[in-house]
């Protein structure tokens, strides 16, 4: 080995960290500067169409400086680094706190961590109605709260809440999902129960069904209520993550037992006020709305003309029942483009003129489908 030439390397990062420090309290004394007018014009701190085009420009330099320098750092790797500066500086502006389905180490506080970064107060709640409460009521600034799976389909309980909420959404965050089936026990033949979120029991179905054929299935509130009750159960296992392992102490007997490899949750943050569309791409923005219509035939069909009408995209649209009044529906929908878009108003004003009920849940900036893999 030589010596000589690995002290001359470390010398150099030695200088490189020293001149990353400096540029970081610059960063962050121009962060302060910003919360300061953010402040006085009486706009939030957090705005999630800004953060994504810091990191549109980061990856942008990236590729500029390609061209002189060797591209050694991975994207995902530059925007985990970035988006913990974000979260840092973001801190410095106005504290963050962030509700979310519990207790510590559930998917939804890793959504939260992968979404806000680690700077940030989070909020465990015992269900997901309890998120939206406690924004509701200014108990948290943010709340994150799952909406649907790539193989499970809808959540109910979020559903639900969007239709009577006042709260608005503020952006979307896509988790891939790696269950894991954690325990103390010592080998798969002494597990006796098995207890996770129904999402996750569902999603692990096949695997559970092949493995453990006489292991009881245990619906719990959470992933890492999961882990909770596994850690008190001398034949217990749960469906969780290996976050949860770490956190509650338990042994991953078997990784990647979702049936589908794709196994993707999709997750909405929601807040207080509408998003802003300053800053925003709006090629890069989608719009979730909920409408209803008359019980009558082509109904649904006479209502979504004016999308069309509007070269305008739908990317979901889904029934839900109206609980007040039998066999008739609600419909959720999700479409490209703003709010504040000139023809995405238009659609909305025309779409409000054929439908019995209309109610803007928020627009928000597109989320990257690999936000990160757990």
Same mark, same amino acid.
Request: with cysteine; aromatic share 6%; net charge neutral.
């Given at each position: 080995?030589?010596?000589?030439?690995?002290?001359?390397?470390?010398?150099?990062?030695t200088? +490189?960290?020293?001149?990353i420090?400096?540029?970081l309290?610059?960063?962050?004394?121009?962060?302060?500067?910003?919360?300061?007018?953010?402040?006085?014009a009486?706009?939030?701190?957090?705005?999630?169409?800004?953060?994504?085009?810091?990191?549109?420009? *980061?990856?942008n330099?990236?590729?500029?400086?390609?061209?002189? =320098?060797?591209?050694?750092?991975?994207?995902?790797?530059?925007?985990?680094?970035?988006?913990?500066?974000?979260?840092a500086?973001?801190?410095l502006?106005?504290?963050?706190?962030?509700?979310?389905?519990?207790?510590?180490?559930?998917?939804?506080?890793?959504?939260?961590l992968?979404?806000?970064?680690k700077?940030?107060?989070?909020?465990?709640?015992?269900?997901?109605?309890?998120?939206?409460s406690?924004?509701?009521?200014?108990?948290?600034?943010?709340?994150?709260?799952?909406?649907?799976?790539? &193989?499970?389909?809808?959540?109910?309980? =979020?559903?639900?809440?969007? *239709?009577?909420t006042?709260l +608005?959404i503020?952006?979307?965050?896509?988790?891939? *999902?790696?269950?894991?089936?954690?325990?103390?026990?010592?080998?798969?033949?002494?597990?006796?129960?098995?207890?996770?979120?129904p999402?996750?029991?569902?999603?692990?179905?096949?695997?559970l069904?092949?493995y453990?054929?006489s292991?009881?299935?245990?619906?719990?509130?959470? &992933?890492?209520?999961?882990?909770?009750?596994?850690?008190?159960?001398?034949?217990?296992?749960?469906?969780?993550?290996?976050?949860?392992?770490?956190?509650?102490?338990?042994?991953?007997?078997?990784?990647?037992?979702?049936d589908?490899?794709?196994?993707?949750?999709?997750?909405?943050?929601?807040?207080?006020?509408?998003?802003?569309?300053?800053?925003?791409?709006?090629?890069?923005?989608?719009?979730?709305?909920?409408?209803?219509?008359?019980?009558?035939?082509g109904?649904?069909?006479?209502?979504?003309?004016?999308?069309?009408?509007?070269?305008?995209?739908?990317?979901?649209?889904?029934?839900?029942?109206?609980?007040?009044r039998?066999?008739?529906?609600?419909?959720f929908?999700?479409? &490209?483009?703003?709010?504040?878009?000139?023809?995405?108003?238009?659609?909305?004003?025309?779409?409000?003129?054929?439908?019995?009920?209309?109610?803007?849940?928020?627009?928000y900036?597109?989320?990257?489908?690999?936000?990160r893999?757990?």
């Open positions: 080995m030589n010596e000589n030439a690995l002290q001359g390397l470390r010398e150099k990062i200088g +490189v960290d020293r001149e420090i400096r540029l309290n610059e960063r962050a004394s121009l962060s302060l500067q910003i919360g300061s007018i953010k402040k006085a009486g706009r939030e701190i957090y705005d999630p169409s800004q953060e994504e085009n810091i990191y549109r420009n *980061i990856m330099v990236k590729l500029r400086l390609v061209e002189d =320098t060797a591209d050694v750092l991975p994207d995902e790797s530059l925007k985990n680094i970035f988006r913990e500066i974000i979260s500086s973001r801190a502006q106005a504290p963050v706190s962030v509700a979310y389905l519990g207790p510590e180490a559930s998917f939804s506080h890793q959504a939260a992968a979404h806000f970064g700077s940030i107060t989070a909020a465990p709640k015992a269900a997901i109605a309890d998120v939206f406690s924004v509701e009521k200014g108990g948290n600034n943010w709340g994150i709260v799952p909406i649907e799976n790539s &193989t499970e389909g809808s959540v109910k309980a =979020t559903l639900d809440r969007l *239709i009577v006042p +608005v503020r952006a979307e965050v896509f988790l891939r *999902i790696r269950l894991c089936l954690l325990s103390n026990c010592k080998d798969m033949g002494d597990i006796q129960k098995v207890y996770s979120h999402q996750a029991l569902a999603q692990s179905r096949q695997w069904r092949r453990l054929p292991a009881s299935p245990m619906e719990v509130e959470s &992933t890492a209520g999961a882990a909770r009750r596994a850690l008190a159960d001398p034949a217990g296992a749960a469906v969780g993550s290996s976050l949860a392992a770490d956190f509650y102490n338990l042994k991953i007997m078997a990784e990647g037992i979702e589908s490899p794709l196994n993707t949750t999709r997750f909405f943050v929601i807040g207080q006020k509408p998003a802003r569309q300053e800053g925003a791409n709006t090629e890069k923005s989608k719009t979730s709305i909920l409408f209803g219509t008359v019980h009558a035939a109904a649904l069909q006479h209502a979504l003309a004016p999308f069309a009408g509007a070269g305008i995209s739908l990317t979901r649209i889904e029934s839900w029942p109206m609980k007040e039998l066999w008739e529906y609600l419909f929908a999700d479409f &490209t483009g703003h709010v504040e878009e000139e023809k995405t108003r238009r659609c909305l004003q025309e779409l409000k003129g054929r439908t019995a009920f209309l109610k803007l849940l928020g627009s900036p597109w989320g990257a489908e690999e936000e893999t757990q």
